[in-house]
């Protein structure tokens, strides 16, 4: 179980291997236990406390350039035949947790900002079965986080979420259903609570002017865009018999005279 502690490029006999052309990186954990895994980081990457723990065989993790924005950190964990895929400049305030298994992939979009005690987890790390039928009942699931996306603190997107790009979710939020772009989600299980919303990393107290009451204050990133919401069937009332009508007009014609 190769375990290497600098990010450089390598091979071995196994067929895993770490694709890498850049500087060495320390401060780093990368585990193989399986065969046929791929590391591939950008050359223009800059990391944290980085954990890749390839657990099984034929696993991905994929890292993209870093640039102008803070590092990124992470402990990931990937099972048999899944994914990791990580855009450009996505940051991280502290290390975050990402888990895929049985398949599943996690990727984050570029320019994603994530904060403290992030976790994503297309898994719940182990089986849960129906007594009845002996079927699976947490199955593990993708989860896609879009561009431009902010997890704020200790928010965590389970399995089979898409967060639309530019949306924030809320402090302390548990993401289990789709988010729209543009949107803020909050709570848990989180909700839409506002639409129409974009946001911009210039820090409140990091980066003048330290009053920001409106957009003049920040550039302008690409992703201020209305909130596409999806399309809902109309729903009409069922027409009463006709009957049911003629009884309803005599009555309201005895109302009428009483």
């Known amino acids: 179980m190769p375990e290497l502690n600098v990010l450089r490029a390598y091979d071995d006999e196994r067929g895993n291997r770490i694709e890498y052309d850049g500087p060495e990186i320390e401060n780093v954990k990368i585990v193989f236990t399986g065969g046929n895994n791929l590391l591939r980081v950008a050359r223009e990457a800059r990391l944290g406390r980085f954990v890749a723990q390839f657990n099984c065989s034929d696993g991905i993790v994929e890292l993209g350039r870093n ?14 035949d899944s994914r990791v895929l990580i855009g450009d400049n996505v940051s991280t305030t ?51 986080i879009g561009e431009h996306v902010w997890l704020a603190y200790n ?3 389970l399995g089979g979420v898409t967060i639309g790009s530019g949306s924030v979710i809320g402090f302390g939020s548990i993401v289990t259903k789709n988010v729209a772009n543009n949107a803020i989600a909050a709570g848990n299980p989180a909700k839409t609570v506002r639409r129409d919303i974009a946001w911009e990393r210039p820090h409140l107290s990091l980066v003048a002017p330290f009053y920001k009451p409106d957009a003049s204050t920040v550039d302008r990133s690409p992703y201020w865009g ?21 009884r309803s007009r005599i009555a309201r014609a005895v109302n009428a005279r009483s």
């Not at 803070?70 to 048999?80: E, L, S």
């Not at 900002?113 to 007594?131: C, K, S």
């Not at 999806?230 to 009409?236: E, G, K, L, R």
């Open 67 to 80: 640039h102008g924005v803070p590092k990124f950190a992470a402990t990931i964990r990937i099972g048999q």
């Open 155 to 157: 928010s965590t997107v």
């Open 226 to 246: 209305l909130t596409e919401e999806a399309s809902q069937p109309v729903v009409t009332a069922p027409k009463r018999s006709l009957a049911l009508r003629v």
């Open 94 to 144: 502290a290390t975050c947790g990402i888990s895929a298994t049985e398949g599943t992939t996690v990727s984050i979009g570029r320019d994603t900002m994530i904060a403290t005690g992030v976790q994503l987890r297309a898994d719940d790390g182990h089986p849960i079965f129906d007594v009845r039928s002996g079927k699976r009942a947490n199955r593990s699931k993708d989860i896609t």
